[in-house]
Structure formats: structure tokens, C-alpha cells
């Protein structure tokens, strides 16, 4: 039973809806347990050829969920390291599933929710979509997302967005290459219903290689020392003073020490 996501199947395309709108599909602990095991199912179903992750409401996904952001700000490192894990874990399932995977990005694009865009094979945008990166402005880094992020906007527009936190168009994710087409809301289910038929009419087993193909000969692997090295960077920025103190002020709606009280 999913309590934060909606699942529909029809024709060989499965659609997993984040369906949070409440709290602007902001994931938790809950979220990503349910992710991880539905993306888990759904590539070891044999009438499962294309999977749709979409999401209801205003926005794609704003990233972590305020609350699940309260608990974590009094975790330990180890704490941190087990959270983090899970996150990764999560991204690592849908980019490694066996069957291709569409982003239908309907809203909004926030810190971790990048990761879910970036971890999917093709993006498909409305052209009303923000975009945004916000670890540094917390003073955290965007760790465990950046395997996947970096390998779909590439290392120079990271160096830039990761770096300044800047908010950025569709427009500008589709330039740099974050995603591959950027459409009206009136367009979006179409175009991504053609996607999706284009890959449910290839020869799943060939589809199959073709991802692996990709991904194996695309740049470094993501291999369990890269994704352990994620999780640790993310956990030691937490439980820093810096860290703390910016998860803090966001949470206390007031400035961080780094920055000028008046």
C-alpha cells in the first residue's frame, strides 16, 4: 500500500504520481522507502515496458519535506549516514531500473527533486518550470544528487548552479542539456505519451541493453565507493556548525551567521 504515490498502468506504460501537493511533493524517509520499492517492482514486471514519474499539484518536486528537515537537524553522522544512504539508494534504483523512464516535470524543481529528474533517461518540462539547486544557500551541498545531476546538466552549468544557487528556466535546463524538451501545459501529456510509445514499440530486451550501454560507457561509473562517498560528504556537512546552523536559520525563517544581520 502507497500512501505518497499514485500507480496507474495502461499499455505497457506505468505511471508513478508523487502526490504530496500539499507540501509541494517534498519528499521524506516514507516517500523514498515508497520510490525505492515501486521502482524496484515495476522493473521486474514483464508488462512494464516505460515508466512515467509525474507528480500532482503546483509543483514537480521542492526537494526534502520541512519536517523530515526538522528531524535531521539534530541527527548525528551516523544518523546522517543511514538517512543519506536511503536517499541514494532511491536515485540508484531508478536510474539503474531496467526499463527506460520518462520525468514528466509538470511544476517546480527543487534541491533533491533535481536528483529525480537527472536519474530518469528522458525529461520533459513545462515550459513554466523553475529550476533551482538551494543546498549552498543552507550551507549543505547537493551530494547524493550530484552523480546524476552532473551527468545530465553536465560539469560546466554545475559548476555554475551548484555553486550559486540560482533559480533557472526550462528554457535554460533545456540549453544545457537537464532536459530534453520543454512544452506547453497544454502539450505535455502528449508529448510524453509519444515518448512513451516510441519506447514500448522497441524490443524490450534491446531497450534494456541500450540503457546499460549508456550508462556503462558514459563517463565515470557510479560504483559503491562514488555513492559512499556522496553519502558521507552529505552527512559531514549536516553535523558541521556551517550545516547546522543553515538548516537552522532556514527552519527559523531568519539569515544565516554568514551573512549580514541588517
Known amino acids: 500500500m502507497m500512501e505518497h504515490l499514485q500507480l496507474a ?7 508513478v504520481t508523487l502526490n504530496r501537493p500539499d507540501v509541494r511533493n517534498a519528499f521524506n524517509d516514507e516517500v523514498i522507502a515508497e520510490l525505492t520499492a515501486c521502482f524496484q517492482d515495476l522493473g521486474a514486471r514483464d508488462d512494464v515496458r516505460c515508466i512515467v514519474l509525474a507528480a500532482n499539484g503546483t509543483a514537480f518536486c521542492a526537494g526534502a ?16 549516514l543511514a538517512d543519506a544512504g536511503a536517499l541514494a539508494e532511491m536515485l540508484r534504483v531508478i536510474y539503474a531500473c531496467p526499463k527506460p523512464t520518462i520525468a ?4 517546480d524543481v527543487y534541491a533533491g527533486g533535481t536528483g529525480l529528474v537527472a536519474a530518469c533517461d528522458i525529461a520533459v518540462s513545462v515550459d513554466t518550470a523553475g529550476y533551482c539547486l538551494s543546498e549552498v544557500k543552507l550551507g549543505l ?4 544528487i550530484s552523480p546524476y545531476v552532473i551527468r545530465a546538466m553536465g560539469a ?23 532536459v530534453h ?22 524490443g524490450p530486451q534491446a531497450v534494456r541493453l541500450c540503457k546499460k550501454l549508456v550508462q556503462d560507457v558514459a563517463e565515470q561509473a ?35 551567521n554568514w551573512l549580514p544581520s541588517a
Open 9 to 15: 498502468c495502461d499499455g505497457g506504460v506505468a505511471t
Open 65 to 80: 519535506d520541512l519536517n523530515w528537515m526538522k528531524r535531521m537537524a539534530t541527527y548525528s553522522r551516523e544518523e546522517n
Open 104 to 107: 514528466r516535470v509538470q511544476g
Open 141 to 144: 551541498i547537493p551530494a547524493t
Open 156 to 178: 560546466r552549468a554545475s559548476h555554475r548552479y551548484f555553486l550559486t544557487a540560482e533559480r533557472f528556466s526550462a528554457a535554460e535546463a533545456l540549453r544545457i542539456g537537464f
Open 181 to 202: 524538451e520543454v512544452v506547453s501545459a497544454a502539450e505535455l501529456d502528449a508529448t510524453v505519451a509519444e515518448l512513451a510509445k516510441t519506447l514500448v514499440n522497441a
Open 222 to 256: 557510479i560504483t559503491p565507493a562514488l555513492v559512499q562517498m556522496t553519502v558521507e560528504g552529505i552527512a559531514d556537512i549536516r553535523v558541521s556548525p556551517e550545516g547546522r546552523e543553515g538548516v537552522q536559520s532556514f527552519l527559523q525563517k531568519r539569515k544565516p
